[in-house]
């Protein structure tokens, strides 16, 4: 892993489609952008940025997330999030992350990810069928 700079961002953009949508993820039964949405475009985000910063064989996985959705987004309206690294120790980075729509914002929160080696991290999770 490279020496990680707080401060870092991305920003990741999608649109919202029926796929979705909280009643087709079952989170709901309205036809507005699902929560699991925004909080997978939030982790997204996080991930992109923390990727710039990892040596070959290295990725990162997701452990925390507080978000709060505060404005709901119809379908067909394009919505982006942002991630910026707020701190790391060791393995362990935070983000602060959120969620805009074409309107203004619609989420936001924490997040927390560490960086592993992706070989061995899905050995030892598959080995948990054996």
Partial sequence: MKEIIVGSKCTCEWIVTEERLAVNVESGDLRVLATPVMAA???KAAAQCLGEFLDEGE???GTALDIAHTSATPIGMKFEATA???????????FEVSANDEAGEIGKGTHSR???NAEKFQTKTNSKKA
């Fill in 114 to 116: 560490f960086v592993v």
């Fill in 41 to 43: 475009l939030m982790e």
């Fill in 59 to 61: 990725t990162s996985v």
């Fill in 84 to 94: 910026t690294i707020t701190s790391y120790d060791g393995r362990k980075v935070d």
